[in-house]
């Protein structure tokens, strides 16, 4: 049987071993911390290095004239009309209310307002007739007129009443001759009779011859004819006299109501003359007003035929001549060079950092040198960027706000001939 031997290290050496372990350890831990910390040291100094502070805000934009550029045309009424006269060019500077440009419907607005002028001037001459009523002279002739129609009346009247009073007097005439014809036909007839009684016996007791006695009877037959005939005219006679009597009463009456009708007629006209109404007055002042009316509707008709500037300003670009119908862009544009502004698109990311008067510089290659200005305004909303870089790596769809940058004088004077420039505006923070 074999035997095994046990062996029995020391403990000094295994203590010594785990010494050694633990401070190695302790050194390794150690050295990473001083290695973290000095990682840490360099990070902060690469940082400070690589991120500098952030001083400007830089965009892109335009230089634009104050206000907005004006494309000025002829007035709504005057469209299709054409430009007789063009009184600028390119390039001239403009007063408000300058004329630009003539139309070639001035001549007959001209005769329109000369025409309302005059319209205006009778108006005013029947007013001042009604204010003043008639003339002395009218009055007058008019008193004359209606006592002329009351002698008239009153001479027609007196021949009418003598006309009648003859006729009365003719026909009594007539009727009492006529009356006494049949009286002394009656007499005869009476007579005649007697006689005719006294032959027809004499006849009976063949005293007388039968002629002789036919004779008799025939006198009185004669008589009785001629008695009825001269009362059949004297009805006649009395009938006619009543008629024309009745005929020239009637002419009468018609003369007097006449005549009163025409004296009434005359004094009224008379009346008419004389009277001022104020309601004749105010029709004229109401005629007057409406051709004054009419005549300020024909100046402002003509006034629209002279294309007049609304603005001080600079002819930036001529769209129809002389001899051309108006363009739908109109006939000149006219912007106000004297105060430049600069229009730039800042990035909505970068918005938060311009503030009014802020000081700008503006750059362009088209510039000799920069020029300066200070923020006006501030946008009130994000759009889509209109001026574009033409690098094409750039974002060509950024959303912008734009904000107006107010150039100083200086640098007006060198930017008034460069509307619509793209520049590069940097904003001073």
Avoid: C
């Avoid at 203590?15 to 633990?22: F, Q, S, V, Y």
């Avoid at 509707?297 to 670009?317: C, E, H, R, T």
Wanted: glycine letters at 6%.
């Amino acid at each position: 049987m074999m035997r095994v031997l046990e062996f029995k290290p020391s403990p000094k050496p295994v203590i010594i071993l785990g010494a050694a372990i633990i401070l190695s350890i302790g050194g390794f831990q150690g050295y990473r911390i001083l290695q973290s910390q000095a990682e840490t040291t360099k990070n902060a100094q690469v940082s400070e290095i690589t991120t500098p502070e952030i001083k400007t805000v830089t965009a892109l934009g335009r230089l634009e004239p104050k206000g907005t550029v004006i494309q000025l045309s002829a007035p709504t009424s005057n469209q299709g009309s054409r430009v007789e006269k063009l009184l600028v060019q390119e390039g001239d500077k403009v007063k408000t209310g300058q004329v630009i440009a003539i139309l070639d419907n001035l001549p007959r607005l001209e005769a329109a307002y000369q025409e309302a002028q005059a319209a205006v001037r009778i108006a005013q001459v029947n007013l001042e007739k009604v204010q003043q009523g008639a003339k002395t002279g009218e009055i007058n002739a008019q008193k004359a007129e209606i006592a002329r129609i009351e002698a008239q009346k009153l001479g027609d009247e007196t021949g009418q009443r003598e006309a009648v009073a003859r006729l009365e007097a003719q026909w009594q005439g007539e009727i009492a001759a006529q009356r006494a014809t049949i009286n002394r036909l009656q007499a005869e007839l009476k007579n005649a009779q007697v006689e005719l009684k006294r032959y027809q016996q004499l006849y009976r007791d063949g005293a007388i011859s039968q002629s002789l006695f036919d004779s008799k009877n025939l006198t009185v037959d004669t008589i009785t004819q001629q008695l009825n005939e001269a009362r059949a005219n004297l009805n006649r006679i009395d009938s006619t006299g009543k008629k024309q009597i009745n005929e020239a009463k009637t002419a009468l009456n018609r003369m007097q109501s006449t005549g009163s009708k025409q004296i009434t007629s005359a004094k009224a006209t008379l009346d008419k003359i004389a009277e001022v109404r104020p309601v004749d007055v105010a029709a004229a002042k109401a005629e007057l007003n409406r051709t004054i009316a009419a005549a300020k509707q024909a100046k402002a008709n003509l006034d629209q035929a002279y294309v007049k500037s609304p603005q001080d300003g600079v002819i930036f670009d001529i769209y129809t001549h002389a001899g051309e119908v108006v363009s739908n862009n109109g006939i000149v544009e006219i912007g106000q060079t004297n105060q430049m502004y600069a229009v730039a698109e800042v990035y909505q990311s970068d918005i938060s950092k311009i503030k009014p008067e802020q000081k700008v510089k503006i750059s362009s290659i088209s510039l000799a040198e920069e020029l300066q200005g200070t923020v006006e305004s501030i946008g009130w909303k994000v759009q889509r960027q209109n001026v574009v870089n033409s690098d094409p790596s750039e974002n060509i769809d950024s959303r912008v706000v734009e904000v107006h940058i107010k150039l100083d004088q200086e640098s007006s004077n060198k930017a008034k001939q460069l509307t619509n420039l793209q520049i590069k505006a940097v904003f001073l923070l």
